[in-house]
């Protein structure tokens, strides 16, 4: 009798044992898996330049995050249209992230009526599921000048007139940019008001401005 009992022990530890392998396998294969992060909304961010003139075609950078895939653009007024001419990656300058200047960007021909009355125009890019907007500055074409270098000293300071828009690169580090009004005062310019507005345009400028 007693080996009979021990006959029967024997025989019930493999099969306890198999149950427990495959339990803990059972366990392992339904753990769930980390689903990937969700991609980032739709957004405009700035746009290059942020200036533009009546009466002309410009080619206007739109930088943002996932502006590859927008589909359409539009303009808030019927007399300024835009034409998608390309879209891609937008390759971040040192020490820039993708949520300060945007990895993506859409190439956009912004065509501006001379009889287009309004200071500034927005354009609506739409994905097939999202919406972002971004603000053009719309000024006289007369007013807008283009940078010309070398202008990094008084020697070479750029002449302007009152009233003057420029449109200008920050090309490295430490760039310096020196423009130069030669101008009599009269009543009506006495006083001149100077203003940066290139931030609250969309630009990523951090300016510094000093007169002499």
């Known amino acids: ?77 019927a007399a300024v249209t835009a034409t998608i001419i390309e879209k891609g990656e937008a390759k971040l300058p040192e020490g820039w992230k993708a949520e300060q200047l945007g990895d993506r960007q859409v190439t956009i021909d912004v065509a501006v009526a001379e009889a287009f009355a309004a200071d500034t125009v927005k354009l609506n890019l739409r994905s097939d599921s999202e919406a972002t907007d971004i603000d053009l500055a719309i000024v006289p074409s007369e007013v807008l000048v283009d940078e010309k270098e070398p202008n990094r000293g008084f020697k070479d300071a750029q002449p302007l007139k009152l009233g003057s828009t420029v449109l200008g690169t920050i090309g490295s580090n430490k760039d310096v940019d020196v423009y130069r009004i030669d101008q009599a005062p009269t009543p009506s310019t006495a006083r001149i008001h100077i203003d940066i507005i290139a931030r609250r345009c969309g630009s990523a400028l951090d300016p510094v401005l000093t007169v002499y």
């Open 1 to 77: 009798m007693r080996e009979a009992g021990s006959i029967n022990c024997m025989r019930r530890s493999p099969l306890t044992l198999c149950l427990f392998v495959l339990t803990v396998t059972s366990t392992i294969a339904e753990e769930p898996k980390e689903s990937p992060p969700p991609p980032p909304p739709l957004e405009a961010q700035l746009a290059i330049p942020f200036t533009i003139a009546r009466g002309k075609t410009t080619r206007v950078i739109v930088r943002g995050r996932t502006l590859d895939q927008i589909t359409s653009v539009e303009a808030s007024s």
